[in-house]
Every structure is written in C-alpha cells, then in structure tokens.
C-alpha cells in the first residue's frame, strides 16, 4: 500500500548507519536521480542495499536503483515525503494525501518560528513528515506527538520516527487532536493546511472556502489540550474581517474560557482578498461572492500564538507586523513582555530605557499664518516589528532623555520639573505610555532582557 515499510529495528540501525556513513546516499534521496547497480555496489555494501530494499526505500529494476520517495536531513533529522518529480525529471501528479515536503520555504519559515526551549510534552498538528515532531524529540522536548489525518503522512512520520531511532515520539492518525485520548500539551505547533478552496482536491491544502476550517478547530481545541503555561504556534494564513481583526476572532474561538488566554499575532504579509480572487483566474467572481459573504477584508499571513496563562492576571491580546530581520527571539521577546506588563503594569518604574538605535521620527510641517508649524510627529522602527505610531511631541522629547542611566521614576519626576508634563499628571499613566513605547520596540530595557 505504501512504498515504504515499517521493517526490522536492525534494518533501520543499517539504514541509519549507511545515511551517517555516506553522502552518497543524497544521489538517490535528496536527488532523486537514478544510481547504476554497478556505482551503487563500489559505495554501498550488499547487506545495505539488502536492507534498503526490505525498508522500501529502494527499487532495483533493469540495473537501475531509484528510490520511491525524497529522504532529506531537516536540522539534524531524517525526514521522508513523496516525490514530486520521477527520477528523470517528469513532474508527477500529486495525489490528495500526498506527503508533503519538509524541506519547502513555508514549512522553513515554520520551524524557525518555533521556540526551542525546554518542553514536556509537544504536540505537532497537521504533522505531515512529523518534521517539527521529530525534532523538538531530539533536542529540546521530553515526548513529542505527531497527528495528521491522512494515514500516508503518518505512515512516513512513523517511518522517520524508526530511521532517527527516536523513543520518544508518538505518531498517531486523526482529525486534529482525536488520537490524543487523555494527553494533554504544553507545547502545540501547527501549519495547518489554510489555502481557500472552492473544491478540495489535496488534504495538505484545503482550508475551506474561508481558509480557516483547520485553523479555527485548532484553537477551539485548547482549552481542553493546553495546559496552563503551555503555548500555540500557528502559522497560516487567515482573516480580517469588518470590525473583527483576527486577533478577536482567535478571542471568541477560545470560547467561554478565552479570559485564560493570551493571544499575539505577528503578520509576515497581508494578501487583499481581491489580489487573491485575481490569482485564481476564472473564479474570480465567485470568490468575491464568498469573501463577501464571510465580510473578509484582508489575509493575513501570521504566525498566531495563544498562550494559557498560569497565573491569575488579565490577559492580553496584540498584532505586530513583522520586520524584514524579525525573529523567533522577537517573537519571545513579545511574549514576554507583554506578560511582564499584564503581571505588573507599575514594575517598569525602577527599569532604566534606552532610546532603540532604529527608532525615526518624521515630523508634518503645515504653513499656518505664514510659517511651518509642526502638526504631527510619527515613531516609526523595523526591529523587532514594523511598527508606527502617532505622538505627542512631548513623547519625542522623552525618548532624547532616555539613555539607559535613568529610571523611569527618575524620568518622571525630571520631564515634570522641565514642565513637559502635568504636574497632576499620575505617575501609572506615564507608567502606561512607556510599557506602550516599549512594547512597540522604541524603548529598550536591558534590565528587562
Ligand atoms: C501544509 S501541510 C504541513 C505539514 C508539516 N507540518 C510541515 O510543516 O511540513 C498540512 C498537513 O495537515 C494535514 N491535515 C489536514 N487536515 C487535517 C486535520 N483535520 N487533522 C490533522 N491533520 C490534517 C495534512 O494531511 C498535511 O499533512
């Protein structure tokens, strides 16, 4: 039924073994290309290629070896998916549970969006190959799981799972988080299929006319699968629409208990929902049909993360837009700061912020009676998101005071001496504007990491 089999423990220590031994084995797995019986035997010994064949991964057939599917090292571990292309370079048609590809740019993006700190239990959704499974097993988590609903791409993830030797990943079949039966998470990655589609024609793709039918059941999952501390990592596509940015739709997702939850959304890019109609050609009325029926005025690219709070502040829910060096340490680096302010919003009063080197300011000048006259000052800065912001002037003249020696109590007390602010002024409300400043990136607080 498979091209690959789930052989003998020993075949998979030989097959690893030979992986380890010999680049190349890349002529046939990442190439894909054909290998003659006679080059195979001067770089590969019979008992090898013997268990190669009884894994599957090889086909021998009029003195030509070929392997029926693509083997390629992802970040330290071996990863097996369909082929997209024969060994001659035809392209094949793909079928509709077709393994998909640990080694394309989303699912690159994906992996390095995710943490890699320490976790107990890490589940991979939508797992595919289990690339993310099989990883987070070999470096950083205690037990990981790897779901996905067509029995190929677990078939291949409980494939890999055996050639790295990993005893601690669970591979199972089902609809999201059915095969979970009673476990419960405190790391949940997904990259789910999220393209919208009028007709469904392969399970790695199909996000429903909307995009969001996986993604959506994924959330509304957590309350029940994450455990209090634990973090989503999602990353699809999904969708504005008018007066719900995505961030509150995930809000209402999370159902009666989303007060337990943080949610953070970094954007990569935003596709208008025309541009989108127009890239699909002669559907293009139809799909405008059904953008307008679901109100969807933009899709954004995101990585979406919920976080279940362990303690019993209020949550948080922002959007940030990605920079061109925005990173998975960035992405952390909100996570955490945001906490910090939602623990204690006041506990900024004895940090001592710097002005970020990248922060500009671009001032609109406007003739009024007869000279320029400033009428509005815009923040802006790249790292760690694009982000821009209107200000009060006085605020241009803060970010000039901080440079790292001062406590924000100090800057206080200073910028009222000066008189750039109220004396009646509280001091929690210029605590507020500067964990702001400081969430969009324009203060740095080394103090604060
Ligand atoms: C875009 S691929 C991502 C695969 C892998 N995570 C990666 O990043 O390379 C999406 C995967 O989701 C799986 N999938 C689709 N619907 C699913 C569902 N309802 N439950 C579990 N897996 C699903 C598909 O079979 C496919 O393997």
Not at 24 to 50: C, N, W
């Amino acid at each position: 039924m498979y091209p690959i089999r789930l052989g003998a423990v020993e075949d998979f220590e030989i097959a690893r073994e030979l992986l380890l031994r010999t680049n190349f084995t890349d002529r046939l797995f990442v190439d894909g290309a054909y290998v003659d019986e006679a080059t195979l035997r001067q770089h590969v010994s019979a008992p090898e290629i013997d268990a190669l064949d009884r894994l599957g991964l090889i086909v021998q057939e009029q003195g030509k070896t070929w392997s029926p599917v693509q083997l390629h090292p992802v970040d330290g571990v071996y990863t097996v998916f369909d082929r997209w292309k024969t060994p001659d370079g035809k392209q094949l048609e793909g079928r509709e549970d077709i393994v998909y590809p640990s080694i394309v740019a989303n699912t690159r993006l994906f992996l390095d969006l995710l943490p890699d700190s320490p976790c107990d239990s890490f589940l991979d959704l939508c797992s595919g190959t289990g690339v993310a499974a099989l990883i987070a097993a070999s470096k950083y988590a205690v037990s990981a799981y790897a779901y996905d609903i067509a029995p190929r791409s677990t078939h291949f993830a409980e494939f890999a799972r055996r050639l790295n030797g990993l005893s601690n990943v669970t591979t199972g079949t089902g609809d999201l988080y059915e095969p979970a039966d009673g476990v419960t998470f405190d790391r949940v990655v997904a990259h789910p299929p999220y393209v919208p589609v009028l007709e469904s024609k392969w399970i790695f793709f199909d996000g429903g006319d909307d995009g969001e039918r996986v993604t959506r059941r994924i959330v509304e999952g957590l309350p029940r699968y994450l455990r209090p501390g634990g973090s989503l990592y999602c990353l699809a596509m999904a969708s504005d629409r008018a007066d719900q940015p995505l961030e509150q739709r995930i809000r209402e997702w999370l159902g009666a208990e989303h007060r337990e939850f943080d949610i953070a959304v970094v954007v990569r890019r935003v596709l208008e929902p025309e541009e989108f109609a127009l890239k699909t050609g002669r559907d293009a009325k139809k799909w405008k049909e059904v953008f307008d029926a679901h109100h969807i005025t933009a899709l954004p690219y995101a990585m979406m993360m919920v976080q279940r709070k362990a303690t019993g502040r209020l949550p948080f829910t922002v959007r940030r837009q990605s920079g061109p060096q925005t990173s998975r340490a960035d992405h952390e680096w909100l996570l955490d700061w945001e906490t910090r302010i939602a623990s204690d919003a006041t506990a900024i009063l004895e940090q001592r912020p710097s002005a970020a080197p990248g922060c500009d300011l671009r001032v609109l000048n406007r003739i009024t009676d007869g000279d320029w006259e400033p009428v509005e000052y815009l923040l802006s800065i790249d790292q760690p998101f694009r982000m821009e912001m209107k200000i009060d002037p006085w605020i241009a003249y803060l970010l000039t005071r901080c440079d790292g020696t001062k406590t924000v109590s100090q800057l206080f007390d200073e910028l009222k001496s000066d008189g750039v602010i109220l004396g009646e002024t509280p001091q929690a409300d210029f605590a507020q504007v500067v964990n702001t400043l400081g969430s969009g990136g324009f203060l740095s607080f080394p103090a604060a990491g």
